[in-house]
């Protein structure tokens, strides 16, 4: 079995920051792709950055330039540093990683719980 957890949502004003993080635990083999989706109220879940195990990043063009993704390979965790944040960026905010729980086996996507960010003044 894998889980994800994420942590670090909240509420901002805007022009704040946040970082969230997820860290994936148990069966894991190795993890390949990390992400971070968001879903607004009332809208498709939508891609916000994501990146490679050698650390090739791509971002969705509303956030290019303010988000940052990074991964930590060892410790199986993603994390998104999310700067100059707008109202618009309130959604929740979901992690995926791709996972191969042994030798042999193939990759399986897993998502974390969803973590609110809500940008207000």
């Known amino acids: 079995q894998v889980q994800l957890v994420e942590s670090g949502g909240g509420l901002v004003q805007p022009g704040g920051s946040l970082r969230l993080s997820c860290a994936a635990s148990?069966?894991?083999?190795?993890?390949?792709?990390m992400g971070w989706y968001r879903q607004a109220p009332g809208k498709q879940r939508e891609l916000v950055a994501n990146i490679t195990p050698g650390g090739s990043t791509d971002y969705a063009d509303s956030v290019k330039g303010r988000f940052t993704i990074s991964r930590d390979n060892a410790k199986n965790t993603v994390l998104l540093l999310m700067n100059s944040l707008k109202p618009e960026d309130t959604a929740v905010y979901y992690c995926?990683?791709?996972?191969?729980?042994?030798w042999g086996k193939g990759p399986v996507t897993y998502w974390g719980q969803g973590t609110q960010v809500t940008v207000s003044s």
């Open positions: 148990g069966s894991i083999f190795r993890a390949y792709a």
């Open positions: 995926n990683i791709e996972i191969v729980a042994g």
